[in-house]
């Protein structure tokens, strides 16, 4: 090799080598001063991230300090079955089977033979579970292979936080959800107190697993959501579930609701609504109770006669002649549900008795041309008004008004709202008008919610609220109280007097889908108990009974009254006071 | 100080002598730094440990208090002891109240 040669290739050599390093320079330049801003916040950008500090969601309580809304984690649980040994795996497999099917359900074969399958076909992710709670979730835990955790035995799980209702499919519409889609029920109406305000915490990664706070402080605190305690009491809702439930059955009624109110303040002790799911079972599915209107037939004559009353038209003790086959009432024939022997009767009997064809003639003979004056007189009562009750989804009840235009107002409209039709109400808004006359005369809101807390301490008492102090005179409330009470040891409802309790109140059989060929019908009662010193009203209404089985206010709807309010009766004591003498 | 002095260690000396106390304090503040450092991981650990357990505890709480509530339920325990002969009290209780 000539020396010339030597020389020239280690000169290339070094000047390959000088570019080179130049060019590493150049590119660490370009990525500390040229990029190095980018580069700077990528940095900052994966190991510094802003986390959010989810408020608690407040939990919803009865009053009787009952959990009916709670936020807890619920698990997901899945198994790698390639990730255990052949022979651990083997081993395992009939323990882990058998307790799977104890925990889970399905048979001992069914797990032992999906998991086999599972790990022959190379799966590495099978779902043994999803939305279990904490209990079971520790059970699946400890079982053989699953304790051996992730990486040894392939146990799987994610936890998710997630609202829960332990009492079940029980007073579900009233509690309501709320997510972003759809929001009702008490979590609808208290979403912005029970939600809370998420905060803000800046963290720093230090593995792959941990980050550490930057600052000792959230950078945002989370506003925690404030608990509701409602004024539901539990063993009332659950003594009106069982007997709704109970009725529902037996008549194959197609739906029902209950509603409890404390008479003094319109506090909602039992709400239940439950309707035919497709398998044929009674679940809550809608707030019968708050948002359908119906309706309700002869429990609005109450309001007739307290009409009467008020306009001085009448006394109890007055004595009505008429037809007992009929009464012509424009181009309809108004008959009662069974006919009376004799052609006259006393005004408290024909309430009592509950007589279509006395109402509709008093109606017509007192009204007939000042249609108004009886209306007005309902409106006054606040017959045609909203309870302004805190759940979403009351509707405005129909009360027609009397007009000159035959399009608005027909003149048989009037005896028809006399005893019932025409005129559309809910349930609540008919109970709020029980409840009134229990309460003499004066109507209370209905509301569900009494406290709004945080940490245990009361931070807001909601009151109750009078929505109208007098209904009607005090004198014309006691002649009611005392109608209503005959309603229940001589008239519709003598089957529901209990030797128990003093009952009073009103039966109501209406027709609907009358306008079709399969005429159905709606059972109410509505009314209060102990009749004497009335504590709680109530009302049950039963929707579309087999009405080959029956299909009377009285039975259907009566007997579901009766057996609430004697149960009720047997759980609210009565103060006995003892003198102490020292 | 001049770079060479800094880069050559010449700042630990002064007049000849070794000036040692700063060179301890400036590795001790080393350690100190690097142990807080320690403490504060340890605790963002343990806080995330707390938290977890916390979230297991009110879910178990919740959990076994569900279940206790169920049982409670009037219907539920009449349902176990109806075939004992027990039967649903339409009587009203009496509450006895002293007064002085």
Same mark, same amino acid.
């Given at each position: 090799?000539?020396?010339?040669?030597?020389?020239?290739?280690?000169?290339?050599?070094?000047?390959?080598?000088?570019?080179?390093?130049?060019?590493?320079?150049?590119?660490?330049?370009?990525?500390?001063?040229?990029?190095?801003?980018?580069?700077?916040?990528?940095?900052?950008?994966?190991?510094?991230?802003?986390?959010?500090?989810? %408020?608690?969601?407040?939990?919803?309580? #009865?009053?009787?300090?009952?959990?009916?809304?709670?936020?807890?984690?619920?698990?997901?649980?899945?198994?790698?079955?390639?990730? %255990?040994?052949?022979?651990?795996?083997?081993?395992?497999?009939?323990?882990?089977? @058998?307790?799977? #099917?104890?925990?889970?359900?399905?048979?001992?074969?069914?797990?032992?033979?999906?998991?086999?399958?599972?790990?022959?076909?190379?799966?590495?992710?099978?779902?043994?579970?999803?939305?279990?709670?904490?209990?079971?979730?520790?059970?699946?835990?400890?079982?053989?292979? /699953?304790?051996?955790?992730?990486?040894?035995?392939?146990?799987?799980?994610?936890?998710?936080?997630?609202?829960?209702?332990? /009492?079940?499919?029980?007073?579900?519409?009233?509690?309501?959800?709320?997510?972003?889609?759809? @929001?009702?029920?008490?979590?609808?109406?208290?979403?912005?107190?029970?939600?809370?305000?998420?905060?803000?915490?800046?963290?720093?990664?230090?593995?792959?697993?941990?980050?550490?706070?930057?600052?000792?402080?959230?950078?945002?605190?989370?506003?925690?959501?404030?608990?509701?305690?409602?004024?539901?009491?539990?063993?009332?809702?659950?003594?009106?579930?069982?007997?709704?439930?109970?009725?529902?059955?037996?008549?194959? %009624?197609?739906?029902?609701?209950?509603?409890?109110?404390?008479?003094?303040?319109?506090?909602?002790?039992?709400?239940?609504?439950?309707?035919? !799911?497709?398998?044929?079972?009674?679940?809550?599915?809608?707030?019968?109770?708050?948002?359908?209107?119906?309706?309700?037939?002869?429990?609005?004559?109450? /309001?007739?006669?307290?009409?009467?009353?008020?306009?001085?038209?009448?006394?109890?003790?007055?004595?009505?002649?008429?037809?007992?086959?009929?009464?012509?009432?424009?181009?309809?024939?108004?008959?009662?549900?069974?006919?009376?022997?004799?052609?006259?009767?006393?005004?408290?009997?024909?309430?009592?008795?509950?007589?279509?064809?006395?109402?509709?003639?008093?109606?017509?003979?007192?009204?007939?041309?000042?249609?108004?004056?009886?209306?007005?007189?309902?409106?006054?009562?606040?017959?045609?008004?909203?309870?302004?009750?805190?759940?979403?989804?009351?509707?405005?009840?129909?009360?027609?008004?009397?007009?000159?235009?035959?399009?608005?107002?027909?003149?048989?409209?009037?005896?028809?709202?006399?005893?019932?039709?025409?005129?559309?109400?809910?349930?609540?808004?008919?109970?709020?008008?029980?409840?009134?006359? %229990?309460?003499?005369?004066?109507?209370?809101?209905?509301?569900?919610?009494?406290?709004?807390?945080?940490?245990?301490?009361?931070? @807001?008492?909601?009151?109750?609220?009078?929505?109208?102090?007098?209904?009607?005179?005090?004198?014309?409330?006691?002649?009611?109280?005392?109608?209503?009470?005959?309603?229940?040891?001589?008239?519709?409802?003598?089957?529901?007097?209990?030797?128990?309790?003093?009952?009073?109140?009103?039966?109501?059989?209406?027709?609907?889908?009358?306008?079709?060929?399969?005429?159905?019908?709606?059972?109410?009662?509505?009314?209060?108990?102990?009749?004497?010193?009335?504590?709680?009203?109530?009302?049950?209404?039963?929707?579309?009974?087999?009405?080959?089985?029956?299909?009377?206010?009285?039975?259907?709807?009566?007997?579901?009254?009766?057996?609430?309010?004697?149960?009720? !009766?047997?759980?609210?004591?009565?103060?006995?006071?003892?003198?102490?003498?020292? | 100080?001049?770079?060479?002095?800094?880069?050559?260690?010449?700042?630990? =000396?002064?007049?000849?002598?070794?000036?040692?106390?700063?060179?301890?304090? +400036?590795? +001790?503040?080393?350690?100190?730094?690097? =142990?807080?450092?320690?403490?504060?991981?340890?605790?963002?650990?343990?806080?995330?440990?707390?938290?977890?357990?916390?979230?297991?505890?009110?879910?178990?709480?919740?959990? +076994?208090?569900?279940?206790?509530?169920?049982?409670?339920?009037?219907?539920?325990?009449?349902?176990?002891?109806?075939?004992?002969?027990?039967?649903?009290?339409?009587?009203?209780?009496?509450?006895?109240?002293?007064?002085?």
């Amino acid at each position: 090799m000539k020396k010339g040669n030597i020389t020239t290739r280690t000169t290339v050599m070094l000047m390959l080598i000088i570019v080179g390093a130049l060019l590493i320079l150049l590119q660490l330049f370009r990525i500390q001063y040229i990029d190095g801003t980018y580069y700077r916040s990528l940095a900052e950008k994966y190991s510094i991230k802003e986390f959010k500090v989810p %408020a608690n969601r407040g939990n919803i309580y #009865s009053a009787d300090d009952k959990l009916l809304a709670v936020t807890v984690p619920l698990y997901k649980v899945a198994f790698d079955p390639q990730v %255990a040994k052949e022979y651990v795996f083997n081993q395992n497999l009939p323990a882990l089977a @058998k307790g799977l #099917s104890s925990i889970l359900g399905e048979s001992e074969n069914y797990w032992r033979t999906r998991l086999k399958k599972a790990r022959k076909k190379g799966s590495r992710y099978v779902l043994i579970a999803k939305n279990i709670d904490f209990s079971q979730f520790e059970k699946l835990k400890k079982l053989p292979l /699953f304790n051996l955790g992730r990486y040894k035995g392939g146990f799987i799980f994610e936890s998710q936080p997630a609202r829960i209702y332990p /009492f079940g499919n029980m007073l579900r519409r009233t509690i309501g959800v709320a997510r972003s889609d759809i @929001k009702f029920g008490l979590e609808g109406a208290y979403h912005k107190i029970l939600e809370g305000k998420d905060g803000k915490r800046l963290k720093q990664k230090i593995n792959s697993r941990t980050w550490k706070p930057i600052n000792n402080f959230n950078e945002t605190e989370p506003v925690e959501g404030k608990d509701l305690e409602t004024t539901i009491r539990m063993d009332f809702q659950d003594i009106a579930h069982q007997a709704l439930s109970e009725q529902l059955t037996k008549f194959n %009624a197609d739906h029902g609701t209950v509603i409890i109110m404390e008479v003094k303040t319109g506090a909602i002790k039992a709400m239940v609504n439950l309707g035919r !799911n497709e398998n044929g079972n009674y679940v809550e599915k809608y707030n019968y109770a708050v948002g359908e209107k119906y309706e309700p037939g002869s429990l609005m004559k109450t /309001f007739t006669y307290l009409t009467f009353f008020e306009d001085e038209k009448i006394d109890t003790s007055d004595i009505v002649h008429f037809q007992p086959a009929g009464f012509q009432y424009y181009d309809r024939i108004i008959k009662d549900s069974h006919e009376h022997e004799k052609p006259g009767m006393r005004v408290s009997e024909a309430l009592a008795l509950s007589s279509n064809i006395v109402t509709v003639k008093l109606t017509d003979s007192f009204y007939r041309s000042h249609p108004k004056r009886f209306i007005d007189k309902w409106i006054d009562m606040g017959i045609n008004k909203k309870t302004g009750f805190e759940i979403k989804g009351e509707p405005e009840p129909l009360l027609p008004y009397p007009s000159k235009d035959i399009k608005k107002w027909k003149p048989i409209q009037l005896g028809m709202i006399s005893f019932g039709y025409e005129v559309m109400l809910t349930p609540l808004q008919i109970l709020t008008l029980y409840n009134a006359i %229990a309460n003499n005369g004066t109507k209370m809101k209905p509301y569900l919610v009494q406290k709004i807390k945080h940490n245990n301490k009361t931070i @807001k008492k909601i009151p109750p609220e009078v929505l109208e102090k007098h209904m009607a005179s005090k004198e014309n409330i006691k002649k009611i109280q005392k109608l209503l009470r005959k309603v229940v040891k001589e008239g519709t409802a003598r089957n529901i007097n209990s030797p128990y309790v003093k009952i009073a109140g009103k039966t109501g059989t209406s027709q609907t889908e009358y306008w079709t060929s399969n005429k159905q019908y709606i059972a109410s009662f509505a009314g209060y108990f102990p009749a004497d010193k009335p504590e709680y009203s109530m009302i049950v209404v039963i929707h579309k009974p087999d009405k080959s089985m029956g299909y009377y206010g009285n039975v259907v709807a009566g007997k579901v009254f009766q057996k609430i309010a004697e149960e009720i !009766n047997g759980i609210v004591p009565r103060e006995f006071i003892v003198k102490n003498e020292k | 100080m001049a770079f060479n002095d800094i880069i050559s260690g010449n700042f630990f =000396w002064r007049q000849n002598r070794l000036q040692l106390f700063y060179l301890i304090v +400036l590795v +001790l503040f080393i350690m100190l730094s690097i =142990w807080l450092s320690h403490i504060s991981d340890e605790r963002a650990r343990y806080t995330n440990k707390l938290i977890r357990e916390n979230r297991k505890l009110k879910s178990e709480y919740v959990s +076994l208090k569900s279940k206790l509530m169920k049982k409670q339920l009037r219907s539920e325990v009449y349902k176990k002891v109806k075939d004992r002969g027990f039967i649903i009290p339409k009587r009203r209780p009496y509450k006895i109240v002293t007064e002085e």
